[in-house]
């Protein structure tokens, strides 16, 4: 059976998911991939507002293609999140991060600090970005455009398929 | 002597790249139904049949099948009898890289440089090319647009030349478990055997091209392949790492003679996107 949730993701919502269950995500989710985990750490290091919001968010870890003209975005299937876990547990700690949608297993260390902050890891499936496209209804820059495909984008979607990978308690899929 | 326009090598180049990135081949479309009927897993099913799904809509949509639509990396025969008129032709190449990866609506995914400007140079250029001189009159141009999150899970090792084939199949195996969900499997492993540490990478990537259903021609390595193909979905990583037992659609060797000191083993993987395409000039 999958489970439909909505953002902002409560608490309750969170420790409602197990690993395993089979997740369709619909709302606003923020997108951030490699260089702008570094700029959001170098911010969170210096005691610095961030330009965005992550309170009961979601990021998700993609580098989307170009937008075709009339159409939102490009293809945007998640990329290995392994290479965010360093900034991972700063951001859970200190800005109420509650989601992330990547591919791939997770550090140990970042297992740790989804558990002690209540937060979940979904999976998307990597190498499907055409068919998640279709799931995503608008896109707007937020911030770091100088970034290309690694800027922060605001995604609207709708029924986003995912895979509960590593829940709040500390629960993995991965051996 | 033949000659082609620079213009022609342009546009067949930026077709490639368009070619590449929309159409999954049909060999490895092929590869992920039959793992479908033979996949015991049900998330792993439900995974296969999405990714058949994301083919199908990349196809229809003329959208890249994977938003990290690759460093471009080329291998170009170049027949002896033929020339590129107007200029050179590894600038007609990067040239096709710029007008396709711009005209296909595709990522630009390379920086300037590795460590001090990671600045995107917004073209997807520089291409990687790799040049071989053959006989004739042909010029045959193959893109394989590869992906960072598994190009990142590649190995080599030098091994002794006593390891053998057991020293071979633990390091395939081990840099599959490594490699765990991270380079999108169900995947296609590449493993390049003998020459040096540079010619054995380049025999693992070269690897990737070979058809999934088609076997090494020589008979100890058919035998190798199949072994490995069955080593590694006996892990039980499977599709994105999830579980199951597909983990890899094929194993794929090349080789070739080397030192009498050495037996370097190279591992280059690929996501199930093994996307490639071929113009001949």
């Given at each position: 059976m999958v489970i439909t949730i909505k953002t902002p993701l409560s608490a309750t919502i969170i420790t409602s998911l197990h690993a395993g269950d089979e997740v369709e995500l619909s709302g606003t989710i923020y997108t951030a991939r490699d260089a702008a985990h570094r700029r959001l750490y170098d911010l969170l290091q210096q005691g610095s507002p961030l330009p965005v919001d992550l309170k009961n968010q979601v990021l998700y870890y993609v580098g989307p293609a170009p937008a075709r003209p009339?159409?939102?975005?490009g293809s945007a299937g998640p990329t290995t999140s392994a290479r965010m876990d360093p900034f991972t547990p700063a951001l859970l700690e200190k800005t109420g991060l509650r989601a992330m949608i990547g591919k791939g297993e997770r550090s140990p260390t970042v297992i740790a600090a989804i558990k002690q902050y209540g937060a979940v890891y979904f999976a998307a499936i990597g190498g499907a970005g055409a068919l998640i496209a279709q799931c995503i209804k608008k896109c707007d820059a937020v911030c770091?455009?100088?970034?290309?495909?690694?800027a922060i984008f605001r995604l609207t979607v709708e029924k986003f398929p995912l895979i509960v990978a590593i829940d709040g308690m500390g629960r993995s899929l991965y051996r | 002597m033949k000659t082609i326009p620079f213009i022609s090598v342009v546009n067949a180049v930026s077709e490639l790249c368009l070619q590449a990135a929309f159409y999954l081949p049909a060999d490895v479309v092929q590869g992920l139904k039959r793992a479908l009927e033979t996949e015991s897993s049900a998330r792993a099913r439900g995974i296969l049949e999405k990714l058949l799904a994301n083919a199908a809509v990349a196809r229809e949509q003329k959208l890249a099948l994977c938003q990290d639509c690759g460093t471009a990396i080329f291998f170009v025969e170049l027949g002896a009898q033929v020339r590129v008129a107007d200029g050179l032709l590894a600038e007609a190449i990067n040239a096709g890289v710029r007008q396709g990866y711009e005209k296909g609506y595709l990522r630009k995914s390379i920086v300037a440089d590795p460590l001090y400007n990671r600045c995107n140079t917004g073209d997807n250029t520089p291409a990687v090319i790799h040049f071989l001189p053959v006989a004739g009159e042909a010029l045959t141009i193959t893109l394989v647009p590869k992906g960072g999150g598994s190009e990142n899970m590649s190995g080599l090792r030098m091994l002794t030349?006593?390891?053998?084939e057991q020293g071979v199949i633990d390091f395939v195996v081990g840099a599959v478990e490594r490699a765990g969900g991270k380079p999108c499997p169900p995947l296609i492993v590449g493993v390049g055997l003998g020459g040096t540490a540079e010619q054995a990478m380049l025999l693992a990537k070269k690897a990737l091209?070979?058809?999934?259903?088609q076997p090494h021609p020589q008979k100890e390595y058919a035998a190798l392949e199949n072994a490995l193909f069955a080593r590694v979905n006996a892990t039980g990583i499977g599709p994105q790492g999830l579980g199951g037992d597909t983990t890899a659609l094929a194993v794929k060797i090349e080789r070739a003679p080397c030192h009498i000191a050495s037996l370097p083993v190279a591992v280059n993987l690929s996501c199930h996107a093994t996307r490639h395409a071929t113009v001949v000039l």
């Open positions: 009339g159409k939102p975005i770091y455009e100088d970034l290309g495909p690694e | 030349p006593s390891q053998g091209l070979r058809p999934l259903a």
